[in-house]
T-cell receptor, first 114, second 114 residues
Framework: GQQLNQSPQSMFIQEGEDVSMNCTSS?????WLWYKQDPGEGPVLLIA?????ELTSNGRLTAQFGITRKDSFLNISASIPSDVGIYFC??????????????FGQGTILTVHP | AAGVIQSPRHLIKEKRETATLKCYPI?????VYWYQQGPGQDPQFLIS???????DKGSIPDRFSAQQFSDYHSELNMSSLELGDSALYFC?????????????FGSGTQLSVL
């Protein structure tokens, strides 16, 4: 099946530092999504990317859809304590009978030290 | 803004019992997805519905069944529960099946099988 490799698995950073995480796949995805999940809660959508090469920002977050459509990265600038959580990339292959089921990466656990 | 509502938030069952999880999508969202997330794991797609018809199937055990009703809410029925079914179950909804429609998750139902 389709696999998304997300790295790093975890990060420990100081408040104010920038963070970068990425996902790669052996398969092409038509949409890349980045979610943040707090413990015991559902994933919350951060950024959605729909076109190869697309670079999108949402406040301190920036994400890019790789030109090959097989990868994506997420950057968080000037991290703050509330950025703590698990970040998931997710790929979407639309078309056929796959009406949008997501394939998730393994997640990146982010810890921010004040 | 209205979000995806799941009930119950927590459920404790014993082995071989049955459980029913409910999902109420965002108003005017006609597509519903169910995901299972084990401890420390990424969400895994189970099954999806579009306009009350099953649209896609993932790694859903035969002991589980689901349906979407005329008001678009969905129920996941789980029978002969096993210890390994303990997980966080998410429902997500989106307005249609186009690739650029965003997927929004509920807060999940935490199922514990004892």
């Amino acid at each position: 099946g389709q696999q998304l490799n997300q790295s790093p698995q975890s990060m420990f950073i100081q408040e104010g530092e920038d963070v970068s995480m990425n996902c790669t796949s052996s398969s092409i995805f038509n949409t890349w999504l980045w979610y943040k999940q707090d413990p015991g809660e559902g994933p919350v959508l951060l950024i959605a990317l729909y076109k190869a090469g697309e670079l999108t920002s949402n406040g301190r977050l920036t994400a890019q859809f790789g030109i090959t459509r097989k990868d994506s990265f997420l950057n968080i600038s000037a991290s703050i304590p509330s950025d703590v959580g698990i970040y998931f990339c997710a790929g979407l292959r639309a078309g056929g009978t796959s009406y949008g089921k997501l394939t998730f990466g393994q997640g990146t656990i982010l810890t921010v030290h004040p | 803004a209205a979000g995806v509502i799941q009930s119950p938030r927590h459920l404790i069952k014993e082995k071989r019992e049955t459980a029913t999880l409910k999902c109420y999508p965002i108003p005017r969202h006609d597509t519903v997805y169910w995901y299972q997330q084990g401890p420390g794991q990424d969400p895994q797609f189970l099954i999806s519905f579009y306009e009350k018809m099953q649209s896609d199937k993932g790694s859903i055990p035969d002991r589980f069944s689901a349906q979407q009703f005329s008001d678009y809410h969905s129920e996941l029925n789980m029978s002969s529960l096993e210890l390994g079914d303990s997980a966080l179950y998410f429902c997500a909804s989106r307005p249609g099946t186009a690739a650029n429609e965003k997927l929004f998750f509920g807060s999940g139902t935490q199922l514990s099988v004892l």
